[in-house]
């Protein structure tokens, strides 16, 4: 049984069937010169038949073919078939052919093709090839390389190619591309210079890869997909194991391509382009975008994805999405997800994540994993790891790792690690890093260090700074610290402290701090020198809220005389918990006359273990006659040490004993 619907789908299909077959006839039907000349012209002017429609121009040469004019029995012929009358064209071919008209040959060639006669219409398209008729030649080569037979079919495509016919020379470049020969650039170039928009196409992809690809042959350069260049999207990032990895991934920069060749591949993109070729039009808005030139980029991705192009319709909301326009985002990443684009639906997923629309977020990462598109299992681990719900994220992220997600495999070993499986982790984060990924790299480090092989570590470790991990550099900046390695330590540290780590820009600071020569004794009234490097590195640490560099920019800023400078970082260390900032804003403090202050900051940091702070408030208890108090405070300043504030302590103990027993 066949419902209304089906029918109605397999009439559609039909239609479609008939139209494309006519398209590509129409490819192949050979245009006849000069007809109205040939042509009775005893009722006509030219200007009548310059105006006339297209209903009293078949009217005419139908008149003209029934009085045997062969050129009329040709064009008419060639119009009906065009319209895909094949009965009412086909006596007119033939009739047509039967006195040697080349071009009716051609054309019968055609209609017996569209029949299924293929090898009677081979018959007449040789005849028609013969005679010089390179739209013959063309549909001759062509059939004879769907045979099999490519010498056949690289003669008489190269007949037709040779006479400038553009299909025939891409046909023929095609063919020639297939068995890897060079000679397919010069045939794609012959055919985009007559305005084949694909084989311009083509020929700007070959010239784009072999400028960014110089090892690659011409004959390579244009086969195989094609990758855009299109950013893809996905909501944050995989969790280190202790601490978190904070850089982006760097990496070798290749060379620049020869600026010739980048630039003639953009022009026969954009001729393509303007020629109405979708993948044409997306791939110049990329190389536009990637410029620099958003406003025209995004008319070229309009353009494609107006034509259907998922990718451009994917690219246009990206554009939109970082230019604030969300919405409009959001409009064209679902037209590109409804057509199967999985880089959309991830961006959707992610849209709907950051409004918490957890569940929205959840359907659309499964469209893109039923898309093919891996990062939708990798997204919804992510998602589910967000809300907590490990088991379903482990089961994620390991579908996602067995499909070669890199990002993956490191968010599976981290979840397994911190499971306590570190030895099923290890196998995991190995595959991740072989696979390029700079934190499974860095996580490897730290589980080797867990297990004391830290010659193993270091060699991680060293792996990933090298693609610019700023946790990575810093570790190994440590290492060569430890070793004495000073321009080694000094180079790695200035790449972490780049990178953000303030760590990094601490020690790096101390490396510098201790090249510096005495500055000597402060002169009253003397300038003030500029603030060295290793001040500034200081300075970018503390603004980073590192405590050991915020006390020693105050100690920097109370050494030139700067006590509201010094006073401020001293307290901002002290308040996030700084026992030496407290103490240091204690004898700031004292030193301004604010000893009832300074006694409240000596006692955080003394009831944090500051030895020295303790040693303070015991001299105070003693100077206040709170002897008992002193004394309990140099038993705490005794244990805190270090030896010489302990030995200072114990004879003031002494002391407060003996006057308390007097």
Same mark, same amino acid.
């Given at each position: ?31 006849? #010169? ?88 081979? $018959? ?37 190619? /040779? &006479? ?18 060079? #000679? ?39 086969? $195989? ?37 980048? @630039?003639?591949? /953009? ?58 326009? &969300? ?10 997800? &409804? ?20 569940? @929205? ?108 991990? @700023? ?51 402060? !002169? ?19 603004? &980073? ?57 000596? @006692? ?40 010489? !504030? ?17």
């Amino acid at each position: 049984m066949v419902f209304m619907g089906d029918r109605a789908t397999l009439l559609e299909t039909g239609r479609f069937v008939q139209r494309h077959a006519r398209n590509a006839a129409d490819e192949i039907i050979e245009a006849v #010169g000069a007809v109205d000349a040939a042509v009775d012209t005893t009722a006509e002017t030219d200007a009548d038949t310059e105006n006339e429609t297209e209903t009293e121009s078949e009217a005419r040469h139908r008149r003209a073919a029934e009085r045997g004019d062969l050129a009329s029995m040709s064009a008419l012929g060639a119009l009906l078939l065009r319209r895909g009358d094949l009965d009412g064209a086909e006596p007119y071919l033939r009739g047509a052919t039967a006195e040697g008209d080349r071009a009716a040959a051609n054309n019968l060639g055609v209609l017996l093709h569209q029949r299924g006669y293929a090898d009677e219409a081979a $018959g007449w398209w040789r005849v028609a090839a013969v005679a010089g008729s390179a739209p013959a030649a063309h549909a001759l080569g062509r059939h004879h390389r769907e045979r099999g037979d490519e010498p056949a079919a690289e003669y008489w495509l190269r007949q037709a190619a /040779e &006479q400038g016919h553009a299909l025939g020379a891409y046909a023929l470049a095609d063919l020639l591309e297939h068995r890897s020969d060079v #000679g397919a650039e010069r045939w794609l170039r012959a055919a985009a210079e007559q305005g084949h928009r694909e084989a311009a196409y083509r020929l700007a992809l070959a010239l784009e890869r072999r400028a960014t690809d110089p090892g690659r042959g011409p004959h390579e350069a244009g086969r $195989g997909p094609h990758d855009t260049g299109s950013r893809l999207r996905v909501p944050g990032g995989t969790a280190s194991a202790v601490p978190p990895a904070g850089a982006a991934p760097g990496g070798v920069t290749d060379p620049a391509p020869p600026k010739g060749e980048v @630039t003639e591949a /953009e022009q026969w993109f954009r001729q393509a382009a303007a020629r109405g070729h979708r993948r044409a039009a997306l791939h110049l808005g990329a190389i536009l975008e990637k410029r620099g030139d958003l406003k025209e980029a995004g008319r070229w991705y309009l353009s494609s994805a107006k034509e259907g192009e998922a990718k451009a319709a994917c690219a246009l909301g990206f554009l939109l999405r970082d230019a604030g326009d &969300q919405e409009s985002a959001a409009v064209w990443w679902l037209r590109a997800a &409804q057509d199967g684009d999985g880089n959309a639906a991830n961006a959707l997923g992610a849209l709907h994540a950051a409004r918490g629309e957890q569940q @929205t977020a959840e359907r659309w990462y499964r469209a893109a994993m039923d898309a093919g598109d891996v990062n939708g299992a990798y997204n919804l681990g992510l998602l589910c790891a967000a809300q907590d719900r490990i088991p379903q994220a482990e089961q994620w992220y390991r579908r996602a790792a067995y499909a070669g997600h890199r990002e993956a495999a490191n968010a599976l070993a981290v979840l397994l690690l911190q499971a306590g499986d570190a030895n099923g982790a290890e196998p995991w984060f190995s595959k991740a890093a072989e696979a390029g990924s700079v934190d499974a790299a860095f996580n490897l480090g730290i589980l080797h260090a867990g297990r004391d092989d830290d010659r193993t570590a270091l060699v991680w470790y060293e792996r990933a700074a090298a693609a610019g991990h @700023t946790e990575a550099a810093l570790q190994v900046g440590i290492a060569a610290l430890r070793d004495g390695d000073e321009r080694t330590a000094e180079r790695h540290l200035r790449c972490a402290a780049g990178g953000g780590s303030a760590e990094a820009a601490f020690r790096l600071a101390t490396v510098l701090d201790a090249r510096r020569p005495d500055p000597g004794p402060a !002169v009253l009234g003397a300038p003030r020198d500029e603030k060295t490097e290793c001040e500034e590195w200081y300075e970018r640490a503390a603004q &980073q809220g590192h405590r050991r560099a915020q006390v020693r920019v105050g100690m920097l800023a109370a050494g030139r005389g700067d006590l509201a400078e010094a006073d401020r970082w001293y307290r901002e260390a002290a308040e996030a918990g700084s026992r030496n900032g407290a103490f240091n804003l204690g004898l700031l403090l004292a030193r301004e006359g604010s000893e009832r202050e300074a006694a409240l900051w000596w @006692t955080r940091a003394a009831r944090a273990g500051h030895g020295r702070a303790a040693l303070r408030l015991a001299l105070l208890a003693a100077r206040r006659g709170e002897l008992t108090e002193g004394r309990h405070w140099c038993a705490r300043a005794v244990e805190l040490g270090p030896a010489e !504030v302990a030995e200072r302590a114990a004879r003031l103990s002494e002391a407060l004993h003996q006057e308390l027993t007097a």
